[in-house]
């Protein structure tokens, strides 16, 4: 309201600019920008979503959650761990001194040729875990992290690949805050490599909610 206010006062242009189109944008603001079309993965604490973006302004919705947003996933196992909030880096952290395969949680793909998520299964098998096995909470911890992640990065990842693959893009990209975590980012690489796709990430301080990436979109 004040920006409003005040670009009304000072005879200013006011652009109204959706921010999730600027979490698409921030990907264009690096040193290596995807080519059109490309596939582009949602990823933050209140968005899990996928779209197919044809020009600057054109994002086409693939897909999207039906429940929790990732972030909201990582943020509740985090809450469940006594780790804090946010959730995000501190699971990414505890989930590289873990063993991802001693807990194997769900893999939720509700269909795997559509593109949907769904987050809210996993958030309840890790409480479900904790629950039969409280000493886990702290000696298990980096495990039970470690775990999660996996899940929720294979989904994600498969998802994202199958995208590009239907829209027969050459390009993809992860954007939003989870697009810092080193496990879907590793994931999403190693998995691309191996098809031929090229995978295009915002730097550390773009993926977060930043005013560069809403300039972008006005501009």
């Known amino acids: 309201s004040f920006a409003k206010a005040y670009a009304y006062a000072r005879g200013l242009p006011f652009v109204g600019i959706n921010h999730l189109e600027g ?6 603001l690096g040193d290596d920008p995807p080519e059109y079309p490309f596939v582009a993965l949602l990823v933050s604490g209140g968005h899990t979503s996928l779209y197919h973006v ?21 943020d509740k196992v985090a809450k469940m761990l006594g780790l804090g909030y946010p959730g995000g880096k501190v699971i ?12 194997r949680f769900p893999r939720v793909y509700l269909d795997k040729d559509a593109f949907d998520f769904s987050f809210s299964g996993i958030k309840t098998a890790v409480n479900r875990h904790l629950q039969t096995h409280p000493a886990d909470r702290e000696a298990g911890a980096a495990d039970i992290a ?24 050459r390009h993809m990209a992860i954007v939003g805050g989870v697009a810092a975590n080193r496990g879907l980012r590793d994931s999403v690489r190693s ?15 773009l993926c977060g909610d930043n005013a560069a990436m809403v300039a972008a979109v006005g501009y």
């Open 146 to 169: 470690a775990g999660f992640q996996a899940a929720v990065v294979e989904v994600l990842t498969y998802k994202l690949i199958q995208a590009a693959r239907r829209r027969r893009c």
């Open 92 to 103: 990414d952290d505890l989930a590289a001194r873990g063993d991802a395969g001693r807990i």
């Open 54 to 74: 044809t020009e600057r302004t054109r994002h086409e919705l693939m897909g999207q959650t039906r429940d929790d947003a990732v972030g909201e996933a990582y």
């Open 23 to 28: 979490h698409i944008h921030s990907v264009f």
């Open 191 to 205: 998995a691309a490599s191996e098809v031929g796709l090229r995978v295009h990430i915002p730097s550390l301080d």
